[in-house]
């Protein structure tokens, strides 16, 4: 008989806390609808996919890549900035972006030059650029970007240009020699760029609150796309 009784009461314990955290998961849900309505639209939509994609990516940190622009909403941006497939984020959405939201002070613009493991073993064009833009995000940081957005024009990359661009910077040969030599400035870019596995050279970007909610797009998104997912962030900031 008491034992009976004693498994009555396991099992009654058992049904409490089922109740319990069935609440405790109602309550987080509905908090999370209401700070972040992105999430109520991705339900609504039955946007799944998304859904996984804004609790999942992981976006890490850059200590040698400066920011362009000063909002509260960051936009990090990998691209191959030497291959002709970015020119259309850089002909046709980021003068928009740049006059919509960066001179309004309503996003932040994270260029990163991304490599894989195979541009670092072989030591490509690709790593070149890479370890090249990292040096000078690491020692003239307010020149990282008239300098990215240089060689976005030109598509091309090579000794001359590097050797131009060095002296019309005032940028010191010796502190870049010795730049290139740090086998560890470049292990972040690697690691970052081998996470992202397929499609790395078509474009992907990373849009959110800094160190929370970030979305990630694939491929260069339409400016459209690109409004609404900011939209999304002033509203969870209030705007």
């Known amino acids: 008989m008491n034992n009976r009784r004693y498994k009555r009461q396991i099992i009654a314990y058992l049904v409490v806390i089922i109740i319990l955290m069935g609440l405790g998961l109602y309550s987080i849900f509905n908090q999370e609808i209401r700070l972040k309505p992105v999430v109520g639209d991705f339900i609504n939509s039955m946007d799944y996919e998304s859904i996984y994609n804004f609790y999942t990516d992981s976006v890490p940190e850059f200590k040698d890549v400066p920011s362009y622009g000063n909002g509260d ?20 959405i980021f003068p928009k972006l740049n006059q919509s939201y960066i001179e309004k002070n309503i996003i932040r613009y994270v260029g990163v030059v991304p490599i894989t493991f195979e541009d670092f073993k072989s030591k490509n064009d690709r790593f070149i650029v890479a370890k090249f833009m990292s040096c000078i995000g690491e020692l003239r940081s307010e020149s990282y970007y008239p300098i990215y957005f240089e060689l976005s024009e030109t598509n091309l990359f090579s000794k001359e240009l590097v050797l131009d661009i060095v002296n019309r910077y005032n940028l010191s040969g010796d502190d870049l020699d010795n730049c290139f030599n740090d086998s560890e400035l470049m292990g972040e870019s690697i690691s970052i760029s081998e996470n992202q596995e397929m499609g790395i050279y078509n474009g992907r970007f990373y849009i959110g609150i800094e160190g929370i909610n970030f979305n990630n797009l694939y491929g260069v998104p339409s400016m459209s796309k690109f409004n609404r997912t900011i939209r999304d962030y002033e509203v969870l900031l209030g705007g």
Request: glycine share 4%; net charge negative; aromatic share 20%.
């Open 73 to 92: 909403i960051e936009v990090i941006g990998f691209l191959d900035i030497i291959d002709e497939d970015s020119d259309y984020f850089f002909d046709n």
